[in-house]
């Protein structure tokens, strides 16, 4: 078996790896692994004339008229068309990481150029919305067990990056493909197409950061699987009487494999279910080590949520919070030093312009997270006294997201309205450093802050 691979590098014995310009034929292969992405590049550096390339012949590769010192890249690209056809009409293997789609409107003299020309498509299909999305994530369920490209997927899942779906609500393209994996959300992102005698096999990329390091075991990984593939490639299908042909024995083995096959699969979407749910519990942690808007940010936001208050939804507003008949301000700041005066001055100069504004002091609640890379149980400064003394003076709560991820645990645990009604009522009567509810003492209202304390 021999394979050319054009566009992402990967190391084998059994491999070429070349551009989609320097590559010789492609026919002349058994196997493509081509990624589109590294098409684009190469494409690209050819219109911008920063970058030379050469063909296997080692002729300049230009963006005009070719000549006998020079190969026009449109010509170029075409014959790579024709060479990808003459290799699937052969009974040859296509394996494409699956990227969105990307015009190259420069390329002179092949109007309607895109990454994907060089790939077939069934008709009234394209390779271009909305029959391919773009969409970013990571992790899949692998959905057919029993195809020769499952156990490639589901040893390196964790370190393939989608980019890209075939959209299943498009009518007219699944009848072509056959799905092999879903992304967590059930989006299509690796399917095979059977292109005359030949396949077409869409894979989700290499994740670029997670790969690097397993490069060389991604190569012998595909290797064996491609030689798995071309091999059911080369099988004819049986005529349908040659399953009437007795061989003693056979029966009760392909029921077995039958049933070995529904428990595979069952067993695949029970782990992915179970990984799915641990992710989502999982998620609480980023209260004890995140920062950021939409690290910690948003954690918190989902936090004070679980507890029972309502939170301004969206992350580029202003958090909002509202729980017990009354209204708070919510700032949040994590960093891997002491916390400084940063989030009190922004909750500050938030509630002095609402103060003018309605004439209704508001609450206000800082959330930190500082020393955020220690344990939490080696903080001994997650914030400046001088924040803890300004909580204090202006009856702010002034809680760490340490504080919070217990009041998460309790809620997880089963802690009943009550309890979470004590949590909030915390959270809005304390003056300065937060105490948990049993600390609180005897409650009554939760007091209103006087127009002093904004």
């Known amino acids: 078996m021999r394979a050319v691979i054009i566009g992402y590098p990967i190391p084998s014995p059994q491999f070429d790896n070349y551009s989609i310009l320097s590559a010789p034929a492609v026919f002349d292969y058994d196997a493509l692994v081509i990624d589109p992405a590294g098409v684009s590049q190469a494409i690209e550096e050819v219109v911008a004339g920063g970058t030379a390339h050469q063909t296997y012949t080692d002729q300049p590769v230009v963006n005009a008229d070719g000549g006998p010192l020079a190969v026009a890249l449109a010509e170029h690209l075409r014959r790579r068309q024709e060479e990808v056809r003459r290799l699937l009409a052969a009974g040859g293997l296509v394996v494409c990481w699956l990227r969105p789609e990307a015009a190259h409107p420069l390329v002179a003299g092949f109007p309607g150029c895109d990454r994907y020309f060089w790939l077939p498509a069934p008709p009234g299909v394209r390779w271009t919305p909305p029959y391919l999305m773009p969409g970013e994530g990571t992790g899949l369920v692998v ?32 009848e072509h493909l056959h799905v092999i994996a879903r992304s967590p959300g059930g989006a299509p992102v690796a399917a095979e197409l059977r292109v005359g005698r030949g396949r077409v096999v869409f894979l989700p990329s290499p994740n670029a950061r997670e790969m690097e390091r397993h490069r060389l075991q991604l190569g012998v990984a595909l290797e064996g699987t491609l030689e798995r593939a071309l091999r059911e490639t080369a099988g004819e299908s049986p005529p349908a009487w040659a399953a009437r042909a007795d061989l003693p024995g056979l029966d009760v083995l392909e029921e077995r494999a039958q049933e070995a096959r529904r428990a595979a699969e069952e067993a695949e979407a029970r782990a992915a279910e179970a990984e799915a749910r641990a992710e989502e519990l999982a998620r609480w942690r980023r209260l004890l080590w995140q920062e950021g808007k939409h690290g910690l940010g948003e954690i918190v936001r989902e936090a004070l949520r679980l507890l029972g208050f309502t939170v301004t939804e969206r992350l580029d507003e202003p958090a909002v919070l509202t729980a017990e008949g009354q209204e708070a301000f919510l700032e949040v700041e994590g960093s891997e030093e002491p916390v400084l005066e940063y989030p009190y001055i922004r909750l500050q100069r938030r509630l002095e312009r609402d103060l003018l504004e309605t004439k209704t002091p508001k609450k206000g609640v ?10 939490p149980e ?65 409650r009554g209202p939760a007091p209103q802050p006087e127009g002093g304390a904004v």
Do not use: K, W
Not at 402 to 408: G, M, R, S
């Open 143 to 174: 959905t057919d067990a029993g195809h020769v490209f499952a156990p490639l997927l589901q040893e390196f899942r964790t370190r393939f990056l989608y980019t890209a779906y075939l959209n299943d609500a498009v009518p007219g393209l699944m």
């Open 366 to 375: 800082l959330v930190v997270n500082g020393q955020r890379l220690l344990e």
């Open 378 to 442: 080696a903080r001994t400064e997650p914030y400046a006294e001088t924040l803890r003394i300004a909580a204090e003076n202006y009856r702010y709560c002034l809680m760490t997201s340490v504080d919070l991820f217990h009041l998460v645990r309790r809620v997880l645990e089963g802690a009943g309205e009550e309890e979470r009604r004590a949590m909030r009522r915390a959270i809005l009567e304390t003056s300065g450093v937060f105490r948990a509810p049993e600390e609180a003492g005897a």
